[in-house]
């Protein structure tokens, strides 16, 4: 199963929100019935990724983002997709989460607030976890962690149908005009504004 790669671009506007310190102690109790590699009962752990964490959590986003190649033509494919100077460069405007069972690193998001916009960003998960609720638990554990946020946006390829499902899901709709949003939040090249979508959910006005 691939990741769940709602993975955005770029974003030219730094201006950042309050998230919660509580968010790095915080625990999404998930409990994961299914069988293959985690045992009934298993937790998983949801806290804020350290600058020191930087390896373990590229090595994550290399190996969930490889299944990209099944629909991105051979030109724009990049594998490493992301790099520690990257990885420390997307920290500067933006909070890394991670996912932890039995103390592994097993997944990665990223959150960035702009006033009451946030943009969840990077999101993968190492491919023998998927399926069993961890891109679930970083996401819910960030949306509760948003303090005066309004209004939530991801951006994915348009072909990357795994990424759209999860996200209707988790309550997410196709924005009326992706253009406009990817214009106004990211910093996108031409070809790949045309060949993306955004997916966004609004928030209760007391959040």
Not at 5 to 25: G, I, K, L
Not at 51 to 72: C, Q, S, T
Not at 75 to 104: I, K, S
């Amino acid at each position: 199963m691939p990741n769940h790669p709602f993975s955005t671009y770029n974003h030219h506007r730094p201006d950042h929100h309050s998230v919660t310190n509580e968010s790095f102690t915080s625990i999404a109790h998930h409990r994961l019935l299914e069988g293959g590699h985690l045992a009934v009962g298993d937790r998983i752990f949801i806290r804020k990724l350290t600058p020191e964490e930087g390896a373990a959590a590229v090595e994550v986003i290399n190996v969930a983002a490889r299944w990209y190649r099944e629909f991105l033509p051979p030109e724009d494919f990049h594998d490493p997709e992301m790099d520690e100077t990257q990885w420390r460069n997307e920290g500067r405007r933006m909070t890394w989460w991670g996912a932890f069972l039995r103390g592994t690193l097993v997944g990665v998001m990223g959150c960035e607030p702009i006033g009451e916009v946030a943009l969840l960003r990077h999101a993968y998960i190492l491919p023998c976890y998927q399926r069993r609720g961890v891109a679930t638990a970083l996401r819910e554990n960030i949306e509760k962690q948003l303090v005066g946020i309004r209004r939530i946006i991801v951006g994915t390829y348009a072909a990357n149908y795994k990424a759209r499902g999860i996200l209707e899901k988790g309550g997410y709709h196709l924005s009326s005009d992706s253009e406009a949003v990817l214009r106004t939040y990211y910093e996108i090249p031409e070809d790949r504004l045309q060949t993306s979508v955004t997916f966004e959910k609004c928030l209760s006005t007391d959040s």
